[in-house]
């Protein structure tokens, strides 16, 4: 049986995401399993207000981005990190044009262009 968690629990569990984030995180878009980190985004401060009562966090202050992609691929994987010391705050979000936890002007990325983040809205497993 799948654990569930209250929605009290899913808003506090992403209020502690925003707690983590602080005042420097990044998104980093890569490609598949994050193996090439493609570019990389600075994060509002903080990356998003407080989650909604069902533990959804929509990250704030779009469109945002990387003037100058770190590499060429394809779009595949994101996550959030500390900008200083690189912790993992969130990883294996998803990444697209559409129906994704990362929305991206395009998924095919060049080194050096600019790559534009949309929109990003995460949501608490159930």
Request: proline fraction near 3%; glycine fraction near 10%; charged fraction near 10%.
């Amino acid at each position: 049986m799948p654990v569930t968690y209250t929605n009290a629990v899913k808003v506090a569990r992403m209020a502690a995401v925003v707690t983590q984030a602080g005042t420097t995180a990044v998104l980093e878009i890569g490609t598949s399993a994050m193996g090439t980190v493609l570019a990389t985004i600075a994060l509002g401060n903080p990356i998003a207000p407080a989650a909604t009562g069902a533990g959804v966090l929509t990250l704030a202050g779009f469109p945002r981005s990387d003037v100058a992609a770190d590499a060429t691929g394809t779009a595949a994987a994101a996550r959030i990190r500390t900008a200083t010391g690189g912790t993992d705050i969130i990883t294996g979000l998803t990444v697209g044009t559409s129906a994704s936890d990362i929305i991206l002007d395009s998924v095919s990325i060049t080194s050096g262009q600019t790559v534009t983040l949309n929109s990003a809205v995460i949501t608490h497993a159930a």
